[in-house]
């Protein structure tokens, strides 16, 4: 039996073969030159092949799946077997046309198909010669082309430089076997039994990884010198490519823990990008940073800092954990904002309109921001004053920061400080730590894209005291004019100017601001508004925008002034309006809800309205109650929400002289209760009252409202004449409210909060109010509209009180002590 040696199509190796084996032969120079000297027919049926291109001589298996293939196939294997293949331009075209193939292909005979399971058919071919396309004659069902035969130039066989080019494939083939791992070893004896010069052209052609336009050029070669001289760099290229990615590999051979395992990895795909032209290598990103560098304003300090960073980033290895940090580092610096500034707007005019267009009242506060805008336009060079809106919650302070923003045509930032506990917060975290970023400040610095916005500040009396640090001592660097042009962030680790932002501090109580902090602010009083304050900002602003919100227009809900006024009086008890808010929005939500339903409703809301949607007025304990009762006073108090009438309650009791005190007060109330008790004794003839009647009795001293801490000088007035006239048993003057501080002299000291009392005093109905004389001028500053229907009485001293504010009336069933 004949022995030969036959190409086996799974591994690529060869073995003896039997005649009986399915195993396909290599071609031979007789095979050769028995196929040139064949006819071509005048016309074959086309078969397309999506990502591949097949050379005479050469065996490849092919997957047919669509219906055309299928039924060329099956047409072909049944006649003469040969077909013309030729590949697509594109392989992502599903029915491919004349216009989608190229030209020059390959005549293939069958030599086997086989039906898979999947429906699919393959198909082993084998090329032929190749030719070119004359004419698609049909395009149904399947492509047929008139074709005719290119011949090939081959060179003399004394040619020497071909002979150097084949010796040379041959010896290039076989390092490319023996370098490349995905070859089997057994692949070099195919290479070295080759005999035919043009096959192991088409062979190697055929089995490099190149691009199937790649391909296709060498296909179209004609000279077969040409053709191996182009195969044999497309050779050296992958020979490049394979010796540089052992490379690579024997560089982290040795020893390799999980690390190193990972440099490699990274190594690999570095490399590949970079071949394939895509991904962004360290290097381009240093030369992005540097582009980028170009461009900012930063002086010679941070520029020369930035360099030298830029520089240790350079020399860092890419794949260790400090490089991303280092690059964050940087990215940091170059998306901060140095020495860029927005234009400030200073025509005072406009300032004026936006603040009164955006807050009803208010005309103190918006008159101290003018002048400051005022000084700002003046000056120019002038740095940013640092103020501090202090007054109750829902009364406009962290808006007016935004209209003063839009006024001056700066960015707006606004961090919250309610509750911040760790300093980093304010002055960033080191950048060695894992997580570290800049502090709120500078973060906020660069959201902005400024250097000079308006930073709000909120809630700064709220700031938190941790084992991380104090925050409002972190602050004091921030708000001090003479030392914020170098605010040193422990992660940017180099000083930031925050001279030219102007920060506005918002803060409900001023007790809790740290003294140092407190003094580096001007503080503004943001007070609390008057009913007919907050009836127009409700018509201007709080409807229209619930109305909005709610996806109502303006003729959905009209609520009229007095409807305004009883809302107003019967359902809120605050300084500010977000309690007031919230009931426009229940009445609106009423609205909404008929006209989904399709219900009718009163479009006018009238007071029948008001009750049925928000229920029975819950605020008429803050009315002022009769005087028929001796021991009862009415005094003003302020609290964190707003000023408040405070009752002081006393009675008598029969014992041995002892004064308790109860309704939750803070220990300065206590005293002022002491001082009264104390004073009264000492004067007891210059008010009537007989000395012994002190131990005989036990004075009780009750303030309503148990359940709400109370505490402060300013009910001191109070509790004297709640004492005097618990002890004389005189009537206090009708509709009259006190508040002032006492001393064991007998004088009357000024107290705070008057604008807030004085409100709380008109909601109360209440008609004479007593103050210290040293309180007209907080008097004064107020509008007179706000003080119409109130009369004032100021004094210095103790008695001046009892004068005013005790009657020569007994009251009802008097005790006679």
Not at 166 to 187: F, G
Not at 514 to 533: C, F, H, K, S
Request: aromatic residues 6%; proline residues 4%; contains cysteine.
């Amino acid at each position: 039996m004949k022995k030969s040696k036959f190409l086996n199509l799974d591994n690529l190796s060869f073995q003896d073969f039997d005649e009986n084996s399915e195993l396909i032969p290599l071609m031979t120079p007789e095979d050769e030159e028995l196929i040139n000297n064949e006819s071509l027919p005048e016309s074959l049926p086309i078969l397309p092949l999506r990502n591949t291109v097949l050379f005479p001589g050469v065996v490849i298996p092919i997957t047919a799946g669509r219906d055309a293939s299928i039924k060329l196939i099956n047409d072909a294997n049944k006649g003469g077997k040969v077909v013309g293949v030729v590949s697509q331009k594109d392989e992502a075209v599903e029915n491919p046309t004349a216009k989608d193939i190229y030209k020059t292909g390959t005549v293939a005979r069958i030599l086997k198909v086989l039906k898979m399971p999947d429906g699919n058919t393959t198909v082993i071919i084998q090329g032929k010669k190749r030719f070119s396309i004359n004419k698609v004659i049909s395009e149904k069902p399947y492509l047929t082309a008139t074709i005719s035969d290119i011949p090939e130039a081959k060179p003399a066989k004394a040619n020497e430089e071909f002979r150097a080019i084949i010796d040379s494939i041959k010896d290039l083939s076989l390092d490319i076997i023996k370098e490349s791992p995905n070859i089997p070893s057994e692949a070099s004896f195919a290479i070295k039994n080759i005999e035919s010069d043009s096959f192991l052209v088409n062979f190697v052609s055929s089995n490099m990884n190149l691009r199937v336009e790649e391909k296709q050029e060498l296909l179209k070669i004609n000279d077969l010198k040409e053709r191996a001289l182009q195969t044999l760099k497309f050779m050296n290229l992958e020979y490049q490519k394979l010796e540089l990615k052992n490379d690579i590999q024997s560089k982290v051979q040795s020893d390799m823990n999980q690390q190193q395992r990972e440099y490699f990895l990274h190594q690999q795909m570095k490399t590949i990008q970079e071949e394939l032209g895509g991904g962004v290598s360290s290097g381009e990103e240093i030369e992005d940073m540097k582009a980028r560098a170009k461009k900012k304003k930063w002086d010679d300090k941070v520029k020369e800092h930035f360099d030298k960073e830029l520089a240790k980033m350079q020399r860092m290895n890419p794949q260790v954990a400090e490089y991303s940090i280092q690059r964050n580092y940087l990215d940091l610096f170059l998306d901060l904002p140095w020495n860029e500034f927005s234009k400030d707007k200073f025509d005072l005019k406009r300032a004026q309109k936006i603040l009164d267009r955006d807050h009803f009242g208010l005309e103190d506060v918006k008159k101290r921001i003018i002048e400051y805008l005022a000084v700002l336009k003046l000056r120019n060079d002038m740095k940013s004053p640092i103020l501090c809106l202090y007054g109750p919650p829902g009364v406009g302070k962290t808006s007016l920061g935004k209209s003063v923003a839009e006024a001056l045509g700066r960015e707006y930032v606004r961090i919250s400080l309610g509750g911040l506990r760790d300093e980093a917060e304010i002055r960033g975290h080191r950048k060695t730590y894992i997580g570290a970023m800049p502090g709120r400040i500078i973060q906020s610095l660069k959201k902005a894209q400024t250097s000079n916005p308006v930073f709000v500040l909120d809630e700064i009396d709220k700031l938190s005291t941790g084992h991380q640090g104090d925050p409002s001592s972190a602050m004091l660097e921030v708000l001090d004019p003479e030392q914020n042009n170098e605010f040193y962030d422990n992660f940017l680790e180099m000083g930031y100017d925050l001279s030219k932002v102007m920060f506005i501090a918002t803060a409900n109580n001023m007790n809790t601001i740290q003294p140092a902090l407190r003094d580096r602010m001007e503080i503004i009083n943001v007070t609390g508004y008057t009913i007919e304050e907050k009836v127009e900002i409700a018509k201007r602003h709080l409807l229209p925008k619930q109305l909005k919100e709610h996806g109502l227009d303006d003729k959905a809900l009209k609520i009229a002034k007095p409807q305004l006024e009883k809302i107003v009086e019967g359902y809120t008890r605050e300084s500010g309006v977000r309690g007031l808010e919230k009931q426009i929005a229940k009445m609106v939500r009423y609205a909404a809800k008929n006209i989904a339903m399709e219900e009718a409703y009163n479009v006018k809301v009238t007071n029948e309205d008001v009750i049925e949607i928000l229920g029975s007025p819950r605020m008429e304990r803050d009315k002022y109650e009769n005087n028929d009762v001796a021991g009862v006073v009415t005094g003003l108090a302020w609290t964190s929400v707003g000023g408040d009438i405070l009752f002081i309650e006393s009675i008598l009791s029969k014992g041995k002289g002892a004064l308790s005190i109860t309704g939750n007060l803070g220990k300065v109330m206590k005293e002022s209760a002491t001082i009264a008790m104390e004073y009264i004794k000492a004067n007891a003839d210059e008010f009537g009252i007989n000395p012994e009647v002190f131990e005989k009795y036990n004075v009780h001293i009750h303030v309503p409202e148990g359940a709400t801490p109370k505490d402060g000088p300013s009910a001191g007035v109070t509790m004297l004449t709640s004492l005097v006239s618990l002890f004389t048993q005189r009537k206090v003057k009708k509709s009259l409210a006190m508040t002032g501080e006492i001393t064991l002299r007998g004088k009357v000291l000024p107290v705070g909060g008057i604008k807030e009392k004085i409100l709380a005093a008109k909601r109360a109905r209440i008609k004479e109010i007593l103050l210290c004389e040293d309180n007209r001028r907080d008097i004064e500053e107020i509008k007179p509209e706000y003080l119409k229907g109130l009369t004032f009485h100021y004094v210095t001293d103790m008695s001046d009180v009892l004068k005013l504010a005790l009657t020569n009336q007994k009251v009802k069933n008097a005790k006679k002590l």
